[in-house]
């Protein structure tokens, strides 16, 4: 999910958080490169979702949507986790468009 709120904010608050936390490598796919990190970002955003496998932990899977409410910064993200062993190819998409259709559906929510 941090990835998934991160992608959305400014490249100054992404900085600041960057600077403040650094970038700690938990595992050898942990993205420990700023420029890496922002064209992580960058695709995020695209996709509008983020997915981390064996970034954060070993042999764990995630896939996070940010909830977006127009007009305010994102604040917020929803995420299905598992072990990698149980994700293949086809299942990811169907969880994708799972993941930010509730991401969508909590922010519209939130709006009324």
């Known amino acids: 999910m941090g990835k ?3 992608a959305f904010q400014s490249h100054e ?3 600041r ?3 403040g936390y650094g970038l700690i490598r938990r595992t050898p796919r942990t993205i420990a490169d700023r420029a890496a ?3 992580e ?3 995020i955003r695209k996709r509008g979702y983020a997915i981390d496998q064996d970034e954060s932990i070993e042999g764990g899977f995630c896939i996070g949507a ?3 409410i127009s007009g305010r910064p994102v604040i917020s993200a929803v995420s299905l986790s ?3 062993v149980r994700m293949n190819q086809d299942l990811a998409p169907v969880i994708a468009e799972a993941v930010v259709g509730t991401a969508k559906a909590i922010a519209a ?3 009324r």
Do not use: R, S
Request: negative net charge.
């Open 66 to 68: 940010p909830v977006v």
């Open 82 to 84: 598992m072990p990698v």
């Open 17 to 19: 958080i960057v600077e």
């Open 41 to 43: 970002f960058e695709m």
């Open 37 to 39: 990190l922002f064209q």
């Open 109 to 111: 929510a939130l709006v």
């Open 4 to 6: 998934a709120i991160a």
């Open 13 to 15: 608050q992404i900085n």
